[in-house]
């Protein structure tokens, strides 16, 4: 059997999405409050800077608990709220400038959304009640979602260098586009394993067909 590469490693993934959650989110307060040090700056610049990647971070440790896998769809559609509430949020930003780093942004949080709903409401009862993304779903695959993820992770990238060169921006984007092409490499596996279910379901509810008889 072929070795699985650690980028194919679902629990890794989520691993290093852990990771990386934290190091943004002190990066982030880091920079924040390199020049003001009060206790409440400091608490006031995390949750407003700070609280998407928060409720991303509880999302992913909380599904590496007991408690996190048996309500698993639940946590999915907590993970859903949580990216409408990027969308918005994005949205709204478009009315106070239209920078070539906000517009991706917009884009890219609308199609995340998507590609969310696309992969972890597969096989799920609620599935069934969004025939939107079911008949979406039967013109695209999963890996054309991952890679279009992965070139607007790199194009949002670019936009930001061309906004701001200062250090402390760069590193930040850098992180962030990391992080939605690890995000969107956790959605590939989720996808692909729960293919392979209904793929293996399709096969052993498929009626065998019996050997013909030698006629004597």
Known sequence: ??????????NLVTSLLIGLLILIIIMSQAFAIRHQLGLTFIVRSLLNNNSIYLLFLVYFIFIKL???KKNFNLCNICLLLVQILC???SFLNLF?????????RFILNILLLFYM???LLINTPLEKHLKGIT???SHITNQNCFYGMFALAILLLVGEFINSLEFDHIVLSLLESIFIIGVSRYLYLWRSYQENILLKTKEDTKPKRKKKKDSE
């Open 87 to 89: 969308v918005v949020a």
């Open 1 to 10: 059997m072929e070795e699985k590469q650690w980028y194919d490693d679902e």
């Open 96 to 104: 106070q400038s239209l920078q070539i780093s906000i517009i991706i």
């Open 66 to 68: 007991s408690i996190g």
């Open 117 to 119: 709903g696309f992969s």
């Open 135 to 137: 008949n979406i779903s």
